[in-house]
């Protein structure tokens, strides 16, 4: 691949989102030194700290560099001082919904995988989860979260979920040739015993299901498959749901990957490409050094595969494994020799720069790091 220039908005958001973006940034940086890139990074604000700068959790300067853009990084919003006054008229995830909106990201895509070298680590039978490779494709800009809402005049409140057509047939084209080209399995997840909207995506899918028919698809109500989504993972190929269902599920499913903090997206459409780690700004961690900086990596990962750098990106993921074999972990999947958000981002990136452990070493023990504790 001959060298590129790609411009890079960079949103990192709130609480652990700048923590987990530099680390996704070192990353990058290392790659397009390797590989001879250029990669042009600006910054911008989205979330609690562009209300607190601009009073607008997206204002209007972000949208315009994300659209400038060739891609978007993105970190996290939310602040717990808005997620505990009910009353505020402005919050942080506004600015999240309305990017989405506005860049028409209508899919949001989010594999699963179970490393073999967190099993031990995890809460599930490991017999059971190992294997898993799935992907979660969640409709990103209808749905409850953009339909109507307010109280009225008895005291009581409401939220509309609408779907079109249009909004499901989209999505489900995109979920299932990807699933034409994994294990020609797709598995609808709704509550259509229940819901209007769900029927509806069952109809949909089952006239677009036509189009693929070498494509088995199966049905399944919600809150079975949340049960069966940490049982049995291994029955998943691609799993399309509604932005809600797909919300709750995949931050069900990181546990099958060991961590919120391994979980990377991308969310798709229109416009340009934003690539978000599934988690929050996990406040409590802000500034600590505990935050897991793979969700970040991963999703930069994924970013390079959207740009055509399919080979970097492998490289990525490479660097990501060896750091899990290598036990190289946030605190949250090691509490006896946890690493720092920072050492995680640091293990990668001199892997990637060398693809040289002996190198990672030398850095570690020159800057005279070991492990936090
Ligand atoms: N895409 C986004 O920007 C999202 C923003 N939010 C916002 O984030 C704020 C916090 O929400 P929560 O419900 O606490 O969700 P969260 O995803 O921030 O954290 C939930 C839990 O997941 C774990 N976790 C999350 N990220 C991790 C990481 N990188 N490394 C290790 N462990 C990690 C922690 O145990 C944490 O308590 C809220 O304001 C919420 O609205 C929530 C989800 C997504
Ligand atoms: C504002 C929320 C919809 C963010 C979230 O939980 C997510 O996108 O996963
Ligand atoms: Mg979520």
Redesign the pocket.
Known sequence: MDMVTKKIALLP?D??GPE?CRQAVKVLDAVAERFGHRFEFTSHLVGACAIDATGNPLPDETLAACRASDAVLFG?????K??NDPTAKVR??QG?LRMRKELGLFANIRPVTAYKALLKHSPLKSDRIEGTDLVIFRELTGGIYFGGKGRMADGSAYDHCTYSRVEIERIAHLAFQSAAGRRQHLTLVDKANVLETSRLWREVVREIASQYPEVEVDYLFVDNAAMQIITNPRQFDVMLTENMFGDIISDEASVIAG???LLPSASVGAEVAVF??????????KGKGI???L?AILSAAMLLEHLGLAAEAELVREAVDEALTNQIL?P?LNATAPYTTEQVGSYVAFWIADSNEQQWNAHNIAVGVSTII
């Open positions: 958001g609480g652990i987990v996290a919003i939310g602040d717990p808005y997620d942080p995830e999240l961590s919120m903090g978000e780690p599934i988690h929050g700004s996990y406040p409590q961690a935050a897991n900086p969700a946030t949250e």
